[in-house]
């Protein structure tokens, strides 16, 4: 209707300014027949009637047209009175609209991706980032190529049997390192598998990742968790939990508990592209916003959940635009580009805290390793596709080359750092291996401050089974 108005109005006024243009040539027409009436004939004397007839015509029309244009002004107020209500609905104003509009299912372009470096590690021209200096660079590489040693170690240690299962992080070192550096030790940490570089980075130990990855008394969890399982209370870093997405409300609860006593400090979490199907995803998104509580999530969207690719996970442009949907700000960055990750999510801490907010970080990235050590990868994907990211747009790589084109890093400290790393995680993994098991009644503590009956009763009918048939049972597990 309000395009039907327009065009209307348009063609009022052009027919009314062409019509009043032929009435003036029509009355100037008729004024010199009035002078020359010694001329007039009968033909003359017919035209002059038609005439009049034309001009009564035509004042008629110019009469009904500005009816109309009056008509149509008003129709106009009217529709632009509707355009300018407002609705004071509960959440906020909405304004109304005569004009049916379907929101589309996607954006005419893409999100972009934040970056910093380029392959060749490299700033790009005209970015912008935090500064590091040369001590906390040169860490955070000597953390990632730890971290990638560690991962190779214990991959091969799990093939050989000695431990029984095993996550790498190939190909996600970046995203790792670089967020942990970006935070303090006061922000709460609750993972999912794949950040061990997070732990790394805050002090633990090599001896104590390998203590938990053998089940050691050493270990913090006593035994009772699959390898990778890691958590430190003394770091913050809340203990790994298999089950997906879980740990997503649980950190908007931790962000809000930290905002409620004043804290200067903020919660992460970390999930892959995955988990963002899991209905815990959706909620902690709203329940953070709604809350207003200071958590920053980051997907490592790595394209693979175990063996389902993005494309059929979801149809949207990736996690970033979800954030919007529910009212979280949101980002979207280079995974592999450890200065861009180290910038966004210090500047989402920062955000998080003062602004009483949640932030959404969709890091950009490929998960080079299998999914784990139950999985081959090349079943699914193609070997060329994994050996491109392998080579191409590796992270550490990336980042060595921004460290020595500084003039921070030479080879010789390469192999140093390297053959360092590698001797220190053998040796941790050979103390590992002596280290005596948890007794046995680890099992049934550290739950109930008085076992109950029925934990009591199990354990003394698992104790007689294991009398019955020692074989079954690994020897070095104190009874």
Not at 50 to 79: G, I, K
Not at 260 to 284: L, N
Request: hydrophobic share 35%.
């Amino acid at each position: 209707m309000a395009v039907w108005f327009t065009r209307s109005g348009n063609v009022a006024r052009h027919l009314k300014r062409n019509m009043g243009f032929l009435g003036k040539l029509n009355h100037s027409f008729l004024g010199f027949h009035q002078r020359n009436s010694s001329l007039v004939s009968p033909i003359d004397e017919s035209y002059r009637n038609a005439v009049v007839v034309l001009n009564n015509a035509m004042a008629l029309f110019s009469v009904r047209c500005s009816e109309s244009t009056l008509a149509e002004a008003q129709r106009d107020s009217r529709y632009d009175e509707h355009e300018n209500q407002i609705l004071d609905f509960p959440g906020g104003q909405v304004t109304f609209t005569s004009e049916m509009r379907f929101i589309s299912e996607s954006p005419e372009k893409r999100t972009k991706c934040y970056q910093v470096l380029d392959d060749n590690g490299r700033p790009i021209l005209g970015t912008s980032f935090q500064p590091l200096s040369k001590e906390f660079a040169v860490r955070m590489y000597s953390n990632m190529v730890t971290l990638q040693t560690m991962d190779t170690i214990f991959y091969e240690a799990q093939r050989q049997g000695r431990i029984s299962f095993y996550v790498t992080s190939n190909g996600e070192e970046a995203i790792n390192i670089a967020s942990a550096a970006a935070l303090t030790f006061d922000d709460v940490v609750l993972p999912q598998y794949r950040e061990p570089g997070v732990l790394l980075w805050r002090g633990f130990t090599l001896q104590e990742f390998a203590n938990q990855c053998f089940g050691n008394k050493g270990d913090n969890g006593k035994g009772r968790q699959m390898p990778i399982h890691y958590g430190s209370k003394k770091l913050n870093y809340f203990t790994v939990s298999s089950t997906i997405a879980t740990q997503l409300p649980q950190a908007v609860g931790a962000a809000y508990s930290l905002k409620m006593d004043s804290k200067d400090a903020c919660v992460i979490t970390y999930f892959g592209d995955g988990g963002t199907s899991e209905g815990d995803f959706h909620a902690a998104l709203n329940f953070a916003a709604v809350m207003g509580a200071p958590v920053i999530f980051i997907c490592r969207n790595n394209g693979w959940a175990i063996s389902t690719p993005t494309s059929e996970q979801f149809r949207s442009d990736g996690i970033v635009v979800r954030g919007q949907a529910y009212g979280v700000r949101s980002i979207r960055v280079d995974g592999n580009d450890a200065l861009a990750v180290y910038t966004a999510v210090q500047t989402a801490r920062e955000m998080a805290i003062s602004e009483h907010r949640p932030i959404l970080i969709e890091a950009l990235t490929y998960r080079v390793g299998h999914h784990s050590t139950s999985d081959d990868s090349t079943k699914y994907r193609p070997v060329d596709e994994i050996e491109h990211w392998r080579m191409a747009r590796d992270p550490v790589t990336r980042f060595r080359k921004w460290v020595e084109w500084n003039g921070w890093w030479s080879d010789e400290d390469e192999s140093e750092l390297r053959s360092s790393a590698r001797k220190q995680i053998l040796h941790a993994i050979q103390v590992a291996e002596k280290v005596e098991k948890p007794p046995l009644s680890d099992l049934f503590t550290d739950v109930y401050d008085h076992l109950p009956s029925n934990l009591l009763e199990q354990e003394r009918l698992l104790r007689e089974t294991i009398k019955r048939h020692p074989q079954d049972y690994p020897p070095e597990v104190p009874m």
